[in-house]
């Protein structure tokens, strides 16, 4: 008997709590998600460190790596030429939902 994959039930991305994001720039290469690749994520997951969060900070969204120091958030990429952001206490960060999966296109493009 063959059964039928769905992609959405595979990803939950048909859930109201999940959306898909494309990636624009290098910043997290090193943690496999390149640019123009497209990420899942939830908003249903509650963010802790060491996860790929999206997050807004101070009118910019960023995909990072979330981290903890000394009591702050750290929003740490995974490229040497990218530094980490260190939260401060007058910034505004919210953290919009914790990176599931990563989906990209092997496709060769002219």
């Given at each position: ?13 048909n ?8 990636v624009?720039?290098?910043s997290?290469i090193?943690?496999?998600i390149?640019d123009?690749?497209y990420l ?9 460190p060491?996860?790929?969060?999206a997050?807004?900070?101070n009118?910019?969204?960023?995909v990072?790596r979330?981290?903890?120091s000394?009591?702050?958030y ?5 490229h ?8 401060q206490?007058d910034?505004?960060?919210r ?5 599931t999966?990563?989906l990209?296109?092997?496709?060769a493009?002219a």
């Open positions: 008997m063959e059964h039928k994959l769905s992609l959405d039930e595979l990803l939950d991305i859930a109201p709590h999940t959306y898909v994001l494309k624009s720039g290098e997290m090193g943690a496999g390149f123009g690749d899942v994520v939830s908003r249903a997951r509650e963010s802790k060491r996860d790929i969060v997050a807004y900070l009118g910019e969204i960023f990072k979330l981290g903890k000394h009591g702050s750290v929003l740490q990429s995974e040497p030429d990218y530094p980490p952001r260190y939260v206490e910034d505004e960060l953290i919009w939902g914790v990176v999966h990563s990209r296109d092997h496709r493009h």
